[in-house]
């Protein structure tokens, strides 16, 4: 039962820190996408990658947020330096490239 | 990017049809219509989707105006389990392949 994994689940850390969450997408899958979601805002696209290349950042606060795809198996999204308002549910999905897209079970940011 | 309007909330009994609708009135011609929802505590999940021609799969089904300016998902008998935010989304797959969640619909199914 193919799956996207997410890494960790929860993570609760101090401001100031760098956190690094990580997405295993689908294999097979060429697109990925990150999303973060907050009662407030709701589900809002970060990033999104086709074929390992950054399509679209333009949802990430550029001076703290930085996403990569190193290889095919592993997507990243890391918070340098992690402030309150970060604290959030973030979600990675993957999709082909005409097809529906598959959600992990997310990373629960919590900074205190 | 495309912008769709569902009403906040909508309740249903179980077992009873649910018909959740969206407007789209500015879709154009290459936008697909997507349907996600999300269990509590849980990811987005893919419903359904179709571009011009009503869609049914195990799930759900889809229901597009002919000017494709509205849709409407339907549960032909729901469930506890079918409680849940249901988004309405136009991606575009011709050139972006985006997929921007609006505030969606959230459906309650009253035993």
């Known amino acids: 039962d193919a799956r996207v994994t997410q890494t960790p689940r929860h993570k609760v850390t101090e401001m100031g820190q760098e956190v690094t969450m990580r997405c295993q997408p689908i294999l097979g899958h060429n697109t990925v996408f990150w999303y973060r979601q907050t009662m407030m805002q709701g589900l809002e696209l970060l990033a999104y990658f086709r074929n390992r290349a950054p399509l679209d950042d333009s949802g990430m606060p550029k001076d703290r947020f930085s996403a990569e795809m190193p290889d095919a198996t592993l997507a990243t999204l890391k918070i340098q330096p992690s402030e309150p308002r970060d604290s959030a549910v973030y979600f990675c999905a993957s999709g082909g490239s005409h097809t529906e897209a598959f959600f992990g079970q997310g990373t629960r940011l919590t900074v205190v | 990017d495309a912008k769709t309007t569902q009403p906040n909330s909508m309740e249903s009994n179980e077992e009873e049809p649910v018909h959740l609708p969206c407007n789209h009135s500015t879709i154009s011609g290459t936008d697909y219509i997507h349907w996600y929802r999300q269990l509590p505590s849980q990811g987005p999940e893919y419903v359904i989707h179709?571009?011009?021609s009503n869609v049914n799969n195990r799930m759900a089904s889809l229901a597009i105006a002919e000017d494709r300016k509205s849709s409407t998902l339907i549960l032909h008998r729901a469930t506890l389990r079918d409680a849940a935010v249901y988004y309405c989304i136009l991606r575009d797959l011709d050139s972006s392949y985006k997929l921007i969640f609006g505030s969606g619909t959230r459906l309650l199914v009253r035993p």
């Open positions: 179709g571009l011009t």
